[in-house]
């Protein structure tokens, strides 16, 4: 009889565990996002600004370009910074995001072999 409490009580706090571990998961999935956006520039020292542009951001963990494809990912925990701030924080050194401009003067101070084709 004792092992079968003993084993009722087990069952139990096995489950409980595991579902307060689901629990804990969905809870930092909803916290940390991982996205991928096009971000306009030519070459390395565009790679260096535009990931630079996130170092310091609050709330980023990970920033990758790739100047072959253009793609930035980004992983942020969202409850700290959002995707427009992202966006917004890389418009802000030069570099163009398919919803983001950046401004003219920003733009042309940038060094010759960065100053890409800017979409319309």
């Known amino acids: 009889m004792i092992k079968y409490i003993f084993s009722i009580i087990l069952c139990a706090g096995l489950f409980t565990t595991t579902y307060g571990q689901e629990i804990a998961n969905a809870q930092i999935e909803d916290k940390v996002k991982t996205e991928t956006f096009t971000v306009y520039g030519n070459c390395g020292m565009c790679k260096k600004t535009i990931e630079k ?5 609050i709330g980023v963990s ?17 409850k700290s910074i959002s995707l427009d701030e992202i966006k917004q924080m890389i418009a802000d050194v030069g570099y163009d995001s398919e919803t983001h401009r950046a401004k003219e003067e920003v733009y042309n101070m940038l060094p010759a072999c960065c100053q890409y084709q800017r979409p319309e």
């Not at 542009?53 to 951001?57: E, H, I, P, T």
């Open 53 to 57: 542009s996130l170092k310091n951001a």
């Open 62 to 78: 990970e920033a990758s370009w790739d100047k072959e494809s253009g793609e930035m990912k980004v992983t942020f925990e969202a």
